[in-house]
């Protein structure tokens, strides 16, 4: 916070801390991490392949929080190829996102197309972030010693539920929004305004790929629709 507080000059909105759950459960860590003022804690899953769906909540939480002019800028902790569609969102809603890399600084921590996207690329160096990491024993190496045996993580991760897609990016829209927002996007269903369908369709390819099919796009907006109908019945 206070590195990028000097950086630009703004005031602080709030730390967005991402990681993964069994069952979306958070641990007694995730929970203190929560409680933490000024921090948000978004949750993917976690499988025996590993974290699913954190990718896509950045690239969601970067694209509802600039079409809500919430924020002029961010930064992003981050390397994935996966996060340029959020990047790319958010910048064309005039958003300077920075992005933070831990040195060295290369292919393999970060993504050089994401770099690219990106309106400038900041480097924390080993005196930095030193005193928040240990060097444990790999998993790999005691499997390795004849302790038990990897299991390869399958090919292709199978494709998320596209309803569930427009469900949680119509959560997030509707956490974020006005009750007066809310009032007019109700007045005006089905149809969804442009600016917020183009962000629920720029989240569907971050999580399904670039190319989405028009029943997936249906999907979404119907899934979109169930969270704002459920989440207003609820108020």
Not at 143 to 169: H, N
């Amino acid at each position: 916070m206070e590195f990028a507080a000097e950086d630009c000059g703004l005031e602080h909105l709030r730390t967005y801390w991402y990681d993964g759950a069994r069952d979306a459960r958070p641990t007694a860590e995730q929970i203190a991490i929560a409680n933490l003022n000024g921090v948000k804690l978004r949750l993917g899953r976690l499988t025996q392949s590993g974290q699913k769906g954190v990718d896509s909540r950045i690239v969601r939480d970067l694209i509802i929080l600039s079409v809500e002019r919430a924020i002029s800028t961010a930064y992003l902790l981050g390397g994935d190829e996966d996060l340029r569609e959020g990047v790319s969102e958010a910048q064309e809603r005039g958003v300077q996102v920075v992005l933070i890399g831990v040195e060295p600084l290369n292919e393999q921590n970060i993504s050089r197309t994401l770099a690219m996207e990106s309106d400038k690329v900041v480097t924390l160096n080993s005196e930095f972030v030193r005193p928040h990491l240990a060097l444990v024993e790999s998993v790999a190496t005691e499997m390795a010693e004849g302790e038990g045996s990897i299991t390869p993580a399958p090919d292709s991760p199978a494709k998320p539920d596209v309803e569930d897609v427009g469900r949680s990016f119509g959560a997030s829209w509707y956490e974020s929004a006005s009750p007066e927002t809310v009032d007019q996007l109700k007045r005006d269903s089905p149809r969804i305004p442009y600016e917020i369908d183009r962000a629920l369709l720029a989240q569907g390819r971050a999580a399904l790929g670039s190319n989405i099919q028009d029943d997936d796009r249906k999907q979404l907006r119907r899934g979109f629709w169930q969270a704002i109908d459920s989440l207003a019945s609820t108020s």
